[in-house]
């Protein structure tokens, strides 16, 4: 069946480190995102992705960074100077087309120790 | 620009009692609608959608009709159950907005009891 994972499911980050968090798709999907999401909160869009090798900020895309070298793949990166991070993360995919809405991934939840 | 607005939660509510959850938006010509359910710990899951203006979008007993005379898509289920019990967000598609994004609402926990 296709479908979008995340891995890990748990990240531990010790101050200081980068991180990556990784998202797979098999959706034949063409636009990716990466969301944070804060206990209690909505969602917030870090970064995104229509096609491969281009990509663009969100709304609060600093101390984070991706890439986009595969159509299947946009994984993300939360550096040291993201003074924050603890957060759960979703990714998501959606196909070309304002009708079809997204398909999430089961998220990731990262925990600076 | 484009925006949705939920009602705020906590929501909590006794097993088999009626739920409504609003939802109304502000777009530019006809998006699409759509509601997610995030149960706890988990990514959100498509609940269910309605693409144009008098369309009912229907799933697990759940109801939403597409509004555009009040820009509306609320919620409705006729009797709840404590598996329902999860965040509820309602989210615009439009080929106006930047990149494809969907546009969310803040999401409105349900707490359903026994």
């Known amino acids: 069946d296709g479908g979008i994972t995340q891995s890990p499911k748990y990240l531990f980050r010790k101050e200081g480190q980068n991180v990556t968090l990784s998202c797979e798709q098999n959706?034949?999907?063409?636009?990716m995102y990466w969301y944070r999401q804060d206990p209690g909160q909505g969602l917030r869009l870090i970064y995104y992705?229509?096609?491969?090798?281009?990509?663009q900020k969100g709304d609060i895309a600093e101390g984070y960074s991706v890439s986009r070298e595969k159509k299947e793949s946009f994984p993300l990166t939360v550096t040291s100077a993201q003074k924050n991070p603890t957060a759960f993360y979703l990714c998501?995919?959606?196909?070309?087309?304002?009708?079809?809405?997204?398909?999430f991934g089961s998220g990731t939840r990262l925990t600076v120790v | 620009g484009n925006s949705v607005t939920q009602m705020e939660g906590p929501v909590t509510l006794s097993e088999e009692a009626f739920l409504t959850i609003n939802c109304t938006y502000t777009?530019?010509?006809?998006?699409?609608l759509f509601w997610y359910v995030q149960y706890p710990g988990e990514g959100l899951q498509l609940l269910l959608k309605?693409?144009?203006?008098?369309d009912k979008g229907s799933n697990k007993g759940f109801e939403a009709t597409y509004r555009k005379e009040t820009t509306s898509f609320h919620l409705e289920k006729g009797s709840v159950q404590v598996s329902d019990s999860a965040v509820y967000f309602c989210?615009?598609?439009?080929?106006?907005?930047?990149?494809?994004?969907?546009?969310f609402g803040q999401g409105t926990e349900l707490s359903v009891k026994p």
């Open positions: 309605a693409t144009k203006a008098d």
């Open positions: 998501a995919s959606s196909a070309r087309g304002h009708d079809y809405g997204y398909t």
């Open positions: 777009a530019t010509g006809y998006p699409s």
């Open positions: 959706l034949n999907h063409d636009a």
């Open positions: 992705s229509q096609i491969v090798n281009d990509f």
């Open positions: 989210a615009l598609s439009s080929p106006y907005n930047q990149g494809g994004k969907l546009i």
